[in-house]
């Protein structure tokens, strides 16, 4: 099974900063099957990037995502207040056919 | 524009099956694959399972074949049955659609896996 491991836990930072969130699973990955979703209290997540670096609908382009093999990240231009949420990756296995999720990265206000 | 809608009892009691049922407007169920993901509360994200739009169904090994996904089509629902709860079992069950799309490169085609569409969430307590 591959395991995803992201970091920092926690960043704060202030709006108007980038936030680089880091994704590394155990084992290289199909860039098809890596992707990122934010999820706000009390919300169910919401897609933000699949297939590694392409932006899901409506997602603003202040959000992208790059990585290949193992190391993925989630970089946020210009933090915006609705931006402070967890964020997760969730990469897909073919063999067994299984989705695991990455512990997830709290971006707070500082 | 595709909606979720999971719902079903918010109290099962230990040793018996928890059933939920994810409604789906927007789309037909016989187009997509549709998954089941649970989160503990204050938790991280699990994969329960999913189901195709031919009926195929995959779950997680972690949850030692108690999980069973179903579609509904008449009612353009699909289903979760989990049995033998216990109070791990305690959680907000999120149902989804598996995104579409995928690319070529270097010869070789993938399709992407990822779940675009997620329902509100239904809060499972298991509790005597």
């Known amino acids: 099974e591959i395991v995803l491991t992201q970091s920092p836990g926690t960043l704060s930072l202030s709006p108007g900063q980038r936030a680089t969130l880091s994704c590394r699973a155990s084992?290289?990955?199909?860039?098809?099957?890596l992707a990122w979703y934010q999820q706000k209290s009390g919300q169910a997540p919401r897609l933000l990037i699949y297939?590694?670096?392409s932006r899901a609908s409506g997602i603003p382009d202040r959000f992208s995502g790059s990585g290949s093999g193992t190391d993925f990240t989630l970089t946020i231009d210009r933090l915006e207040p609705e931006d402070f949420a967890v964020y997760y990756c969730?990469?897909?296995?073919?063999?067994?056919?299984?989705?695991?999720f990455g512990p997830g990265t709290t971006v707070d206000i500082k | 524009q595709v909606q979720l809608q999971a719902s079903g009892p918010g109290l099962v009691k230990p040793s018996e099956t928890l059933s939920l049922t994810c409604t789906v407007s927007?789309?037909?169920?016989?187009?997509?694959?549709w998954s089941w993901i649970r989160q503990p509360q204050g938790k991280g994200l699990e994969w329960i399972g999913h189901?195709?739009?031919?009926?195929?169904?995959y779950y997680n090994p972690s949850l030692m074949g108690r999980a069973t996904i179903s579609l509904v089509p008449p009612k353009n629902q699909f289903s979760l049955k989990l049995s033998s709860v216990a109070a791990a079992d305690t959680a907000i069950y999120y149902c989804?659609?598996?995104?579409?799309?995928?690319?070529?490169?270097?010869?070789?085609?993938?399709?992407?896996?990822?779940?675009?569409?997620w329902g509100k969430g239904t809060t499972v307590t298991v509790s005597s």
């Open positions: 297939g590694a670096s």
């Open positions: 084992q290289s990955i199909i860039i098809s099957n």
């Open positions: 927007g789309t037909y169920i016989s187009y997509h694959y």
């Open positions: 969730q990469q897909y296995d073919n063999s067994p056919p299984l989705f695991t």
């Open positions: 189901i195709s739009d031919t009926g195929s169904t």
């Open positions: 989804a659609k598996k995104g579409g799309g995928g690319f070529c490169s270097g010869g070789s085609c993938h399709d992407y896996y990822h779940m675009d569409v």
